[in-house]
């Protein structure tokens, strides 16, 4: 029986991608510090440690006790935008911690490490992005990834470590963490409406992206171990068909039966156009029906009106605050304001720091 560790299985993508190798008859084990994730995103039958991927004598224990056959990395602070201003914090989390992972993998023998990465990896150009296009990232989050894919390539070459890499782009579902701020428009626009409040847009509104929903994304990631054409490739997932953001918060209002309230807030240094080809996946994985976005979106918010809104967390360690997107730095500045005062009360507990 094969046993996976998934890092990150308490957050969104990695619950699941837990629940899908639950089914195939995995046995699971989810290591998550509950940072982003919430307990109850955990499926039944995995077995649940809170930890972190930057504790190494952490993952040495896991692996002695488990020894895992798969390793399933989906643990990351992927705030693509803000990454610039939290560079620190971003590489420990999504560069050191993946490298002590790798270092049990290879130590361990585990037959296959399979890593979400982005298509922030390549940056601006021309799309559809395809893997063959030399990857030029753009902020620090994009930059952390691609270093962690490179590392995965030469720990095959020197090591034999066996690896699928997935360049996923703006997913969206259930169990997503709405009260996120910095990351996920779609769940940010769900919040904010659920909250009466308007949707937020940096910017015109034009930017292209094709919005993809978990369905099309954790099943190819479960199963990739088991298909010998994946191992040592990566694979760009995702929709195919891009929408605006305009075109989205009309759309978001629409399932949710809301009136389409827009901010336009000022522009932020950002990718224009984002969305990529598909065909390298189709012929590994088989050619799937899609869920469109009206689908997608309506299944979303069934799960978030039974849920209700989360309060938007704040990312109080801002390591730069230079030419930070205006909004986000007035809340920075309230913060810093407030820790100054004396016997000032205790800030948002949920903020993410993961």
Request: net charge negative.
């Given at each position: 029986m094969?046993?996976?560790?998934?890092?990150?299985?308490?957050?969104?993508?990695?619950?699941?991608?837990?629940?899908?190798?639950?089914?195939?008859?995995?046995?699971?084990?989810?290591?998550?510090d509950l940072s982003g994730g919430f307990i109850d995103n955990v499926p039944t039958g995995a077995a649940f440690v809170k930890g972190s991927i930057l504790d190494h004598q952490l993952l040495k224990s896991?692996?002695?006790?488990?020894?895992?056959?798969h390793?399933?990395?989906?643990?990351?602070?992927?705030?693509?935008?803000?990454?610039?201003?939290?560079?620190?914090?971003?590489?420990?989390?999504?560069l050191v911690g993946s490298v002590n992972?790798?270092?049990?993998?290879?130590?361990?023998d585990v037959?296959?490490?399979v890593f979400t990465s982005s298509i922030a990896v390549y940056g601006a150009g021309q799309t559809p992005l395809t893997e063959k296009m030399p990857p030029v990232p753009e902020d620090s989050y994009g930059i952390a990834k691609l270093a962690v894919e490179q590392e995965l390539r030469v720990s095959h070459e020197m090591f034999g470590l066996e690896y699928v890499i997935f360049r996923p782009h703006n997913v969206y579902g259930e169990r997503q963490n709405i009260g996120d701020r910095y990351r996920n428009v779609v769940g940010i626009f769900m919040n904010q409406l659920l909250k009466s409040e308007p949707m937020t847009i940096f910017g015109d509104g034009t930017q292209q992206r094709a919005f993809t929903h978990i369905d099309d994304v954790a099943p190819l990631i479960a199963v990739s171990p088991n298909l010998a054409d994946a191992r040592n490739q990566?694979?760009?997932?995702?929709?195919?068909?891009?929408?605006?953001?305009?075109?989205?918060?009309?759309?978001?209002?629409?399932?949710l039966n809301k009136e389409c309230r827009t901010q336009h807030l000022a522009p932020r240094n950002e990718v224009k156009l984002a969305f990529s080809d598909h065909a390298k996946a189709e012929r590994v994985f088989g050619v799937r029906n899609k869920v469109p976005l009206l689908d997608g979106l309506q299944a979303m918010a069934q799960w978030v009106n039974a849920h209700g809104a989360r309060e938007s967390s704040v990312f109080e360690n801002i390591e730069v605050a230079r030419n930070m997107p205006p909004s986000w730095a007035a809340i920075t500045r309230a913060?810093?304001?407030?820790?100054?005062?004396?016997?000032?009360p205790v800030r948002d507990s949920n903020a993410q720091l993961a």
């Open positions: 094969p046993i996976s560790l998934v890092t990150g299985g308490a957050g969104f993508m990695g619950s699941h991608v837990a629940e899908h190798l639950l089914k195939a008859g995995d046995q699971v084990v989810v290591l998550d896991l692996f002695d006790k488990y020894q895992f056959t390793v399933f990395h989906l643990a990351a602070y992927a705030a693509e935008g803000l990454s610039h201003f939290i560079k620190r914090f971003n590489y420990l989390n999504n992972l790798i270092n049990e993998s290879i130590n361990h037959k296959c490490f990566i694979f760009n997932i995702g929709a195919d068909v891009p929408y605006t953001v305009n075109e989205l918060a009309s759309c978001v209002a629409s399932v913060i810093d304001n407030i820790s100054r005062t004396p016997f000032s």
